[in-house]
T-cell receptor, first 111, second 111 residues
Framework: NAGVTQTPKFQVLKTGQSMTLQCAQD?????MSWYRQDPGMGLRLIHY???????DQGEVPNGYNVSRSTTEDFPLRLLSAAPSQTSVYFC??????????FGQGTRLTVV | AQSVTQLDSQVPVFEEAPVELRCNYS??????LFWYVQYPNQGLQLLLK??????LVKGINGFEAEFNKSQTSFHLRKPSVHISDTAEYFC?????????FGTGTRLKVLA
């Protein structure tokens, strides 16, 4: 039982490049979310999903896309990377309103 | 709108001393409350949660928190801290489909 798996762990992008951060969970959780963590700002919600085929925006969605074709996977796409997207990204999943399980994070640097 | 406030961005405390990390929330609907801990370069893990029932909640590693509905607070306490408690602590509320985090409190335990 791996829990929530994020790949890659580290990534350096050039401004304007695109990439996909992968997130997979093996707990059959309906709810999945993407957060970014920046110093002094806590975790801010980018996008979330309440089930396969259903996604919605969080508080900082600009520059990011998501899709949820299966219960297990919830990839986050950066369309055209900008230095402001340098951050640590966390994926989380949960069964309902209670405990969330987090991946180990992806440290992204945009130069 | 719901929000979570952690007033203390950093809390230094000597080893074996007690500590309290403060969390206040605002919400017009009932919430579930959580404390998560993040060790350096790791994801978040659950310390404790309040869903209903007793307002004093015990968690892992000797931490506890008290839900105070009238003061809309959920402060985290530990009677005697250890060096290994050095980490960042996040308070969070779960409302409908969303998790909302505070900005975090960095606890530094001094020898």
């Amino acid at each position: 039982n791996a829990g929530v798996t994020q790949t890659p762990k580290f990534q350096v992008l050039k401004t304007g490049q695109s990439m996909t951060l992968q997130c997979a969970q093996d707990m059959n959780h309906e709810y999945m979310s993407w957060y970014r963590q920046d110093p002094g700002m806590g975790l801010r919600l980018i996008h979330y999903s309440v089930g396969a085929g259903i996604t919605d925006q969080g508080e900082v969605p600009n520059g990011y896309n998501v899709s949820r074709s299966t219960t297990e996977d919830f990839p986050l796409r950066l369309l055209s990377a900008a230095p402001s997207q340098t951050s640590v990204y966390f994926c989380a999943s949960r069964r309902d309103r209670t405990e969330a399980f987090f991946g180990q994070g992806t440290r992204l640097t945009v130069v | 709108a719901q929000s979570v406030t952690q007033l203390d961005s950093q809390v230094p405390v000597f080893e074996e001393a007690p500590v309290e990390l403060r969390c206040n929330y605002s919400s017009s609907v009932s919430v579930y409350l959580f404390w998560y801990v993040q060790y350096p370069n790791q994801g978040l893990q659950l310390l404790l949660k309040y869903l209903s029932g007793s307002t004093l909640v015990k968690g892992i590693n000797g931490f506890e928190a008290e839900f105070n509905k009238s003061q809309t607070s959920f402060h985290l306490r530990k009677p005697s801290v250890h060096i290994s408690d050095t980490a960042e602590y996040f308070c969070a509320v779960s409302v409908a489909y969303k998790y909302i985090f505070g900005t975090g409190t960095r606890l530094k335990v001094l020898a």
